[in-house]
């Protein structure tokens, strides 16, 4: 059972749109989220968190949106380089104190000049 | 800036052998992680430790799986009698795990396992 589902295998923007990237999630114990981007034969980098206590984290052209009522989250990217192609992947950290990272299976972004 | 770092960053062996990856987390860093990802899946839990204690084995570690962290410090994976199910990337990941500080981990490029 998928507890983080990212159902968009893939997406394609133009360079300098708006890209966003879903992610939605069905254990209600979890209480911060975060959004990596990995590229091919790489460790996922880390780009941004939200907590379960905010609706809104922004940091340069990335922001996370959290809506807690309809288990979903978004990452904007605004604008989109070329340079934003990769896979990007949602993950998930419950209340237990190990915190582990429950992730989703990850959306292809490209990004097209 | 010395980020989490992992050697290898390859292994081929044959099934049957013995492999050990090593993990070095960034130094003021007290919690580590092994996560290991196979293609098209996202990242899935091994273990953590916090400090030198192990505190968490997923029902993924079976028991050719043993993992040690003995100072607190770097960290290694071993995988004994290797299987071709075993493998896949190998990620280890640390955090700062603070009272009240943010629980952002941070990854090491991986080590990538082929079980031949």
């Known amino acids: 059972d998928q507890q983080v589902k990212q159902n968009s295998p893939s997406l394609s923007v133009q360079e300098g749109r708006i890209s966003i990237l879903n992610c939605d999630y069905t254990n209600s114990m979890f209480d911060y989220f975060l959004w990596y981007k990995k590229y091919p034969a790489e460790g996922p980098t880390f780009l941004i968190s939200?907590?379960?206590i905010k609706d809104k984290n922004e940091d340069g052209r990335f922001t996370v949106f959290l809506n807690k009522s309809a288990k979903h989250l978004s990452l904007h990217i605004v604008p989109s380089q070329p340079g934003d192609s990769a896979v990007y992947f949602c993950?998930?950290?419950?209340?237990?104190?190990?915190?582990?990272?429950?992730w989703g299976l990850g959306t292809s972004l490209a990004v097209n000049p | 800036d010395t980020g989490v770092s992992q050697d290898p960053r390859h292994k081929i062996t044959k099934r049957g052998q013995n492999v050990t990856f090593r993990c070095d987390p960034i130094s003021e860093h007290n919690r580590l992680y092994w996560y290991r990802q196979t293609l098209g899946q996202g990242p899935e839990f091994l273990t953590y430790?916090?400090?030198?204690?192990?505190?968490?084995k997923s029902r993924l570690l079976s028991d050719r799986f043993s993992a040690e962290r003995p100072k607190g410090s770097f960290s290694t994976l071993e995988i004994q009698r290797t299987e071709q199910g075993d493998s896949a990337m190998y990620l280890c990941?640390?955090?700062?795990?603070?009272?009240?500080?943010?629980?952002?981990?941070?990854f090491g490029p991986g080590t990538r396992l082929t079980v031949t």
């Open positions: 430790f916090q400090n030198e204690a192990q505190l968490e």
């Open positions: 939200i907590s379960s």
């Open positions: 993950a998930a950290s419950g209340a237990g104190n190990n915190r582990k990272l429950i």
């Open positions: 990941a640390s955090s700062a795990g603070l009272a009240g500080a943010s629980y952002e981990q941070y």
